[in-house]
C-alpha cells in the first residue's frame, strides 16, 4: 500500500460482521493498525444497529451468521443507502449468494480465508467510490458540485468561496435536494447555539445568492428553503 492509502485509511472507519468471535478478533486486531476505528458486530441485527448508530465509511460482512444474515443485513442497509462500500465474505462459492451481492451492490465479493493483501486492494477501491460520492453533483444544476471532503463547491470547475455559516447551510440544502429544509432544521444545523433571527438567515441567503452564478435557492414564506 502507498503512504496516501494508509493516510485515507487512518481516517475511516470499518463496521466488521462476524459471528466466529477467533476470526473476527483476529482480522479486527489486524486491521485496527490501518483504520480509525473497527465496529465489531456478531450477528446481522447487531451490525446494523452499529451501522444506524455510527454511520461506517466501509461495511464488511460475512453471509451466514444468526438473527440477520449477511444479505438480510445489507439489504436493509441498501433500503436507506446506496452508497456506502460493502464487502461481503463467506466461506461460500454458491452462485446465489453471489448474484445477490451484484443485486445489492456489492463492492467486493471475498471467499474465505481472508488474506490482507487481497483486502486491501478492495479497500483501494473502497476508497474510490467513497471519493466519487462526496463529489455531489446538484440535481438542479449539474454545472455545480461539491467536495464533502475538501468543504469546496464549484461550478463549472471553479471554486465559489463560502464562509462557514454559507457551507454549512449550502449542504444542508444538499443532503436535503428533493425537500424543503426547514426554519428549524437551520436553526439546529447552521446556527447551532447562536440564535438565528430572520435578519440573519436573509443576510446569509442574500450574501449566498451574490456568490452563486445561477439563482438556485427557493424560499417558501413561513416554511423553509430547497434547491428551484
Known amino acids: 500500500m502507498t503512504k496516501e492509502i494508509i493516510e485515507k485509511l487512518q481516517s475511516l472507519t470499518l463496521l466488521y460482521a462476524e459471528d466466529e468471535e477467533g476470526i473476527r478478533k483476529n482480522i479486527a486486531d489486524s486491521l485496527g493498525y490501518y483504520v480509525k476505528e473497527?465496529?465489531?458486530?456478531?450477528?446481522?441485527?447487531?451490525?446494523?444497529?452499529?451501522?444506524?448508530?455510527?454511520?461506517?465509511?466501509?461495511?464488511?460482512?460475512?453471509?451466514h451468521m444468526p438473527i440477520l444474515n449477511g444479505i438480510e443485513f445489507v439489504r436493509k442497509v441498501r433500503e436507506t443507502d446506496k452508497t456506502t462500500p460493502i464487502i461481503m465474505i463467506t466461506a461460500h462459492t454458491d452462485k446465489e449468494y453471489l448474484f445477490q451481492a451484484i443485486e445489492l451492490k456489492m463492492e467486493k465479493y471475498i471467499v474465505k480465508p481472508i488474506e490482507l493483501e487481497v483486502l486491501f486492494e478492495v479497500f483501494k477501491k473502497c476508497l474510490d467510490t467513497i471519493a466519487f460520492n462526496n463529489n455531489i453533483l446538484l440535481g438542479v444544476d449539474i454545472d455545480y458540485s461539491y467536495d464533502y471532503d475538501k468543504k469546496e463547491l464549484k461550478y463549472k470547475k471553479e471554486i465559489i468561496l463560502l464562509n462557514k455559516k454559507e457551507l454549512s447551510f449550502f449542504e444542508l440544502l444538499i443532503q436535503n435536494q428533493n425537500r424543503i429544509v426547514t426554519y428549524e432544521e437551520l436553526q439546529n444545523k447552521v446556527w447551532i447555539d447562536d440564535i438565528m433571527t430572520d435578519s440573519a438567515l436573509r443576510s446569509l441567503v442574500r450574501n449566498l445568492r451574490k456568490k452563486l452564478p445561477t439563482d438556485i435557492i427557493f424560499n417558501l414564506s413561513g416554511i423553509g428553503y430547497r434547491f428551484v
Open 38 to 63: 473497527v465496529l465489531e458486530a456478531s450477528n446481522g441485527q447487531e451490525a446494523y444497529e452499529l451501522y444506524v448508530q455510527k454511520k461506517p465509511d466501509i461495511i464488511m460482512t460475512d453471509i
